[in-house]
């Protein structure tokens, strides 16, 4: 219930920003989805490792489809995608490529990745 109440959150976020300012994002806002990823990794790490790790697998696996829709505009989600992605684009963000939300799911996610079942939590 508490991971769900996350990503509700977090969808919510993006669907308040979308309709009700037409600008780019503020950086305070960007940082509730650092947030919302700390709110996730924590309990995530001591209350349920594995099942951390093979979310964080999908994520990953996931959002780089998500990714490579946008950057080829496969329809039907590709034009969707890049409008609302656009919006959270920053100067880190100056290439084709939106990276900056992998590299976040990498930083925090590569730790349990590669110590996986090594050590016991």
């Not at 696996?61 to 946008?70: A, D, P």
């Not at 409008?83 to 590569?110: A, M, R």
Request: hydrophobic share 50%.
């Amino acid at each position: 219930i508490y991971w769900a109440a996350l990503v509700i959150f977090s969808i919510l976020i993006v669907i308040i920003y979308n309709t009700c300012f037409t600008g780019r994002v503020f950086p305070g806002l960007r940082k509730c989805f650092h947030l919302a990823i700390v709110a996730v990794y924590i309990p995530g790490i001591l209350l349920d490792p594995d099942l951390l790790y093979t979310c964080s697998v999908l994520a990953f696996g996931l959002m780089v489809i998500v990714e490579t829709m946008r950057y080829l505009n496969v329809p039907p989600f590709g034009t969707a995608l890049r409008n609302n992605f656009s919006k959270f684009l920053d100067q880190q963000d100056s290439g084709e490529l939106i990276l900056t939300p992998l590299y976040l799911l990498i930083g925090v996610s590569l730790p349990i990745w590669l110590y996986h079942g090594r050590y016991a939590y």
